[in-house]
């Protein structure tokens, strides 16, 4: 770090034309930058605290700050270290700065979001209060003063560093992504149950299968999980039917193979976390202006998210439908009704579940295909990456309220089966608790929530912390 800074102070001896520091910004490049370098920093701040809409979360929020502290570190933004320590000290101290959600484009990095971010640490704009069950918003200043801290005066070099990288649209893929992965175990999960539920033929989840079909790791994997909960296996001889819907019988191929893609992704956004992604580039053998921060790897892996979501979603809300229907259920009360015509047990949730998944697909499109060029043409290519991860977001909302949809369907399918889930699936267990057996019929929105909620606590434990996927992706391991 100390040599970039040294670089770059040698380069600005000379007057050479350097981008954002002795020259504007933007379009702005072939005009003299403002003498004073303290208000041309925080003139690009000020012009650049535009968004709008919701904020992002508090976590996705405080892990854009730690990509982009970390960037900095990597010893090509010309960043003095104790300057740099002077920024860091803020949210290694519990500043949390509110940033809203739109007006990104991630083509000069996600400049807007990381300008909000900024000028809070500068003491303007809003912060999160974390004292505060749950945190409220209060002015920056304010929150500054009650942790001690002094706000931050940008100079031109270190505020151009801050808002030029990818760490908003990188902080929530790499959160997608590991959500995408717990929604994975999740519908593993339940299909392994409901296969036991219904007798179904378990020679789909053998391992010869996956071995046949190439030995993708997704699909073992997959695999493995389903048959975790499979307590009576049967094959063709024993089971209900030779051969089950495809909802069941092609669950290793479909989460397998989400998965499979998953693993691919984690080294392309490793890739990302360790590399430094603002511009210019300083280092010692010069200083390149180029366009590392042009987040396309982050909007393509997002665009990818969309689609392999839609496949776990489609996947419960077909596996919800089948064990609704008497024809495929067992010979169980249709909608699972306590009392059929006089109660409608599950109609209700099935039908919100439709709309979830109607709602999935109609965010599937690709965010990499919706550019607009902005910026005097300046940027006239963008990757519109936060965009998409941020739709990912949602779908993952989504997501969660058809697979919640499902695990109320096998609970209230295993209190019809009286299911004993056993003394190794606790979770199982409080799953069945949470939802008890339907007589007359009651909201159940909460109880939808409540099993969600249950799942994805086990799912957390069996998939990882976020950290500790986070930490994966920066080593570039398969998880």
Known sequence: MKRSCEVLS????TEAPIYGVSRGFGPLAEFEADTDANRHGLGLISHLSAGQGDDLDIETTRLMLDLRLRGMTRGYSGIDPE???EIVNLPRSGFVPVVPSLGSVSASGDLIPLAHAASAMSGKGLAWDLDSDPPVQVPADLRLRQLGLEPITW????ALAFV????ASLAATLRNQASLREQCWIAATLTGVIADLLHANTEAYHEVVGQARGGSPGHALAASWIRAQVTDPRDGSSARQLQEPYSLRCAPQIVGSVLDFLDAFSLML??????CSDNPIVSADGIFHAGNFYAITAGLVSD???TLLHQIAFMAERQLALILNPTSNGGRPPLLAARPGATSGLAGVQLAATAFLAEIRQLSAPATTTPVPTNLDNQDVVPMALMGALRVARQLQR???VLGSLALGVAQLAHIADYRPGTNRPWLADLLAATPRLGDDRPLAPEVRAVWELLRAEAQRQCGTDEELFGAHETGTER
């Open 10 to 13: 040698a380069a600005l001896d």
């Open 83 to 85: 300057r740099w320590e």
């Open 155 to 158: 100079g031109a070099r270190e």
């Open 164 to 167: 030029n990288g990818t760490s």
């Open 270 to 275: 490793g890739r990302e976390r360790a590399g």
């Open 304 to 306: 990818q998210h969309a």
């Open 399 to 401: 997501s969660e309220l």
